[in-house]
């Protein structure tokens, strides 16, 4: 079993401020639908059409991963990392949110699972797997060119193994404030697109073998080694003639050379930290660790591990609130893993607080305070049908909310946070006061797209979702933005 957090918080329940015990604080509005009982719980033999706060304006019929920029938003379809097939990007004009129109489409090649935009006052770029947009003339993207990210060839290399297994590299995507270096998970890659004309001059950088000597466990000693006498296992890997990447062709043995660094990350607003979360899928490959949040200094060289704490990665973002830093981060998957298609552990939330992170126990998202590299857990983002107490309640209702992707509406400032809880739909939560969250609104009309993480206008106080039935926009209702303290 995976090991427990020990700073992990109990639930807040003053937090929820609930009339009801276990029912949502969300602000509805008078024609909403509210949930009929437990936050988050869809009874048994009900379909999911609630909404609490929050109201869908416009819908097309296109399933996928989104972004947005302007009066555009992204979809993306099609893609398959396992076949590392990119699939193409719908583009969308928003301009009307009531009546979304498709404008035309763009191919990706490389998979990832999720897309990237990053905007500034001197470029608008989107990346997707290895393909790089510009997309100041939102209507119109332009293709920029491909990262080379290196086909690594290990044969069967675990997905959060740390980088290996061909077509998976890369995963999540991040790009820095600046919009000139793209960051990669399942390990920490960077490549740096400074020079948007010129994508030959796109520098990948390898950080594995930097870190891996700052990571305890057996591979400390294998690269150590292998610095001394002149060996760099990330050069030699990238070489498609290389020995080590031939390496690995069993997950015990991939598990000895490489640690698993990262299944998601983010960069903080002056671009000198990577904020790196793992996943640790139980089992022998490894080694039944619980999972970490590391904190990277990459401005030195090597890059420097300045921080640590307990806590999954699945889905990580960085913010500022508050005059101090701070991350939310979450597993994925619960009790209805397959076990035996999975190496890892189905979760179960009949077990109380504190709970394993590893996947298969994603049931809420955890805040941490990163304010000077000193990393700690502070509270967390649930839902009451996760709570012990309603377990049974969650068991005969045969659905399995758990939590994949989100995203903050401003890291600068943040205000909220809309979390994915798959069953649960799409849970908007007041991070202000980051020690104390409150739900504020909810949309669940059926689980949404994995890997959609999603889009905020903030002008028009609308978010692009990645619904499991198509492109939804959706509008926050009047008393949510006074709750919130937003202008629109």
Not at 238 to 267: C, E, M
Not at 291 to 309: A, F, L, N, Y
Request: include cysteine; aromatic fraction near 6%; hydrophobic fraction near 35%.
């Amino acid at each position: 079993m995976a090991a427990v957090l020990p700073t992990q918080p109990a639930p807040a329940k003053a937090a929820q401020e609930s009339p009801r015990a276990g029912f949502s604080p969300a602000l509805c509005g008078s024609g909403d639908v509210r949930e009929p009982d437990i936050q988050g719980n869809v009874p048994k033999g009900q379909t999911a059409a609630y909404n609490c706060g929050v109201t869908r304006i416009g819908e097309l019929p296109i399933v996928g991963v989104v972004q947005g920029y302007g009066m555009c938003a992204y979809v993306r379809t099609g893609s398959d990392m396992g076949n590392n097939r990119g699939g193409e990007v719908h583009v969308i004009d928003v301009r009307n949110p009531s009546k979304p129109v498709e404008v035309g489409r763009v191919p990706v090649k490389m998979a990832s699972e999720t897309m990237r935009v990053m905007v500034t006052k001197e470029r608008a770029v989107l990346v997707s797997g290895s393909s790089v947009y510009d997309i100041r003339d939102c209507m119109h993207p332009v293709l920029l060119g491909e990262i080379k990210w290196p086909p690594l060839t290990i044969g069967d290399g675990p997905p959060s193994g740390g980088g290996g297994g061909a077509g998976l590299l890369p995963h999540d995507l991040r790009l820095n404030r600046t919009g000139t270096k793209v960051y990669a998970s399942l390990g920490l890659w960077e490549a740096d697109i400074t020079d948007l004309k010129d994508p030959e001059s796109w520098k990948i950088t390898d950080y594995r073998c930097d870190l891996a000597p700052q990571v305890p466990g057996p591979w400390q000693e294998v690269h150590r080694q292998g610095q001394k006498a002149g060996i760099n296992l990330c050069n030699d890997l990238a070489n498609a003639k290389g020995a080590n990447s031939r390496v690995g062709v069993s997950r015990i043995q991939y598990a000895l050379v490489w640690p698993t660094l990262s299944h998601s990350l983010d960069v903080n607003d002056d671009g000198t930290r990577v904020y790196l979360g793992d996943q640790k899928i139980e089992g022998p490959h490894n080694l039944g660790e619980t999972p970490k949040i590391r904190i990277v200094d990459i401005t030195k060289r090597p890059v420097q591990i300045v921080g640590e704490t307990d806590g999954p990665g699945h889905g990580l973002d960085w913010f500022r609130a508050g005059g101090r830093e701070y991350i939310i981060h979450s597993n994925e998957l619960g009790s209805s893993m397959d076990a035996a298609a999975s190496p890892g552990i189905p979760g179960d939330t009949c077990r109380p607080y504190p709970r394993p992170s590893a996947d298969g126990w994603g049931f809420e998202v955890f805040v941490s305070d990163v304010t000077n590299d000193q990393a700690r857990n502070v509270s967390m983002l649930r839902i009451a049908i996760n709570d012990p107490e309603y377990c049974e309640a969650r068991k005969a209702s045969g659905l399995d909310p758990t939590v994949a992707y989100h995203l903050v509406d401003n890291p600068e400032k943040a205000t909220f946070a809309a979390v994915n809880f798959g069953s649960a739909g799409l849970r908007i939560f007041d991070i202000r006061n980051p020690v104390k969250p409150s739900e504020v609104a909810y949309f669940n009309h059926g689980p949404m797209v994995h890997g959609g993480v999603g889009y905020y206008d903030a002008a028009r106080g609308l978010i692009y979702a990645a619904g499991g039935t198509g492109f939804w926009i959706l509008k926050l209702e009047p008393q949510v933005i006074a709750r919130l303290g937003l202008k629109t």
